[in-house]
């Protein structure tokens, strides 16, 4: 690389990585809660991958402590806010849903999972077709890991950093050199 392009490099990170610091400034600034709280955390889920691509460009890679905080973050905030939503009350108030609670609506959702599961195996003529069954798989996958969250939520647990720490400790036992 030519010594002009390298100071192009290097000026193009200093603006990727201003861009990102307003773009963090705005995402504090803004609750979850906000209907514009997504198009804000877009952005600079945006600013970040661009100063990302930047430092890339200069040779180096951006290192982040820990496990990305972004979709695992969001989804348990707006979580817990559904959850006062729906009735719930503060997830931890002593009269709220508790562990138990969550882990019964956890494990139905697996069953309604399973159920599907059941049908797409079996074919038979007055089961939804493959594609709905595929489709609501999909859906019920999902109900499964919300209410895996809300679970986790009980004992403060970020999800992130245990599967990361579960995964990396099960790799580390077997010898295998796959990381989170
Ligand atoms: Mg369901």
Redesign the pocket.
């Known amino acids: 690389m030519t010594m002009d392009k390298k100071i192009a490099a290097q000026r193009a990170e200093f603006e990727a990585c201003a861009k990102l610091a307003t773009q963090w400034r705005r995402l504090e600034m803004t609750a979850v809660v906000d209907d514009d709280y997504p198009a804000v955390r877009a952005d600079y889920e945006r600013s970040l991958a661009a100063f990302m691509l930047a430092m890339h460009a200069n040779g180096r890679v951006f290192i982040a402590e820990g496990p990305a905080p972004s979709f695992l973050a969001v989804l348990r905030a707006q979580n817990l806010s559904r959850v006062v939503r729906f009735g719930h009350g503060d997830i931890k108030a002593p009269h709220g849903w508790g562990p138990m609670q969550w882990g019964c609506a956890l494990a139905?959702?697996v069953g309604?999972?399973c159920n599907m599961l059941k049908k797409y195996q079996r074919q038979m003529p007055s089961d939804p077709t493959p594609d709905e069954l595929h489709a609501e798989i999909g859906?019920?996958i999902a109900?499964v890991f919300i209410y895996l969250d809300l679970l986790a939520s009980t004992f403060d647990f970020d999800l992130a950093r245990v599967i990361a720490s579960k995964f990396n400790a099960t790799s580390k036992k077997y010898g295998f050199p796959e990381r989170l």
């Open positions: 139905g959702e309604e999972l859906k019920e109900d």
